[in-house]
């Protein structure tokens, strides 16, 4: 049996991985291959499993980045360090402390200016926006499916893109037969690939990974 899981997680580790499996109940189905779907480089190659990253650079690039799979987990490898344990928000300040140093704060004059000015800017955005025109025709129908079209999905967009994109992971799935969705980001790119591939069965969450793994084990 072959399932493919797609995921969006950070530094993906080994021991998140035995977890989805374990909860996949993979384990007591023979002959069961998994393959990882990521929007993120794992931290490591994951022990036993190819990962296949569809990020930003897989859009561009039109085909995913393989990440063969890695030996064997040794003791302690699943400890987080202290890397790991930042926050994006640190390394943020980190990277920032490098930088040229900020100006100073302007001058009261400069700054009764610039409170002017964008008050009346504040104030004429919220007349044009007011404005009974202005709120016909955002409200329209083809301006809500243009802002539809155009507004950016964030994570989710690209990995559907990229994911859809990669004729590695299109092959994976058209020959799989169970395809997860672990979280949000995901369900978008699977919804288009249950669209595209009508062989494997689509399912959101491990619980329902579990329930259609466990009906194809019993064909």
Do not use: C
């Not at 249950?194 to 579990?210: I, L, N, S």
Request: zero cysteines; glycine letters at 8%.
């Amino acid at each position: 049996m072959k399932v493919v899981v797609l995921s969006s997680a950070r530094r993906t580790t080994p021991a998140y991985v035995a977890s989805i499996r374990d909860q996949l109940g993979l384990d007591d189905v023979p002959d069961a291959r998994m393959t990882w779907v990521a929007l993120h480089h794992p931290r490591r190659p994951l022990p036993g499993l190819d990962t296949h990253v569809t990020g930003p650079a897989a859009v561009v690039r039109g085909r995913a980045r393989l990440v063969p799979a890695g030996p064997a987990p040794l003791p302690g490898d699943d400890e987080p360090t202290a890397e790991d344990a930042r926050t994006d928000d640190e390394r943020d300040a980190d990277a920032s402390s490098t930088g040229p140093r900020p100006a100073g704060p302007p001058q009261p004059f400069v700054r009764r200016a610039l409170h002017g000015v964008r008050w009346r800017a504040r104030r004429a955005q919220r007349a044009a926006v007011q404005h009974p025109v202005a709120q016909r025709v955002a409200g329209s129908t083809k301006v809500r499916r243009v802002r539809s079209a155009l507004t950016p999905g964030g994570a989710a967009t690209v990995f559907a893109a990229g994911t859809l994109r990669s004729p590695a992971v299109n092959s994976l799935v058209r020959r799989a037969d169970v395809v997860v969705a672990l979280d949000a980001r995901t369900y978008r790119a699977a919804w288009l690939l249950a669209r595209r591939h009508r062989g494997p069965d689509v399912v959101v969450g491990t619980a329902a990974g579990k329930a259609a793994v466990t009906v194809r084990a019993a064909r």
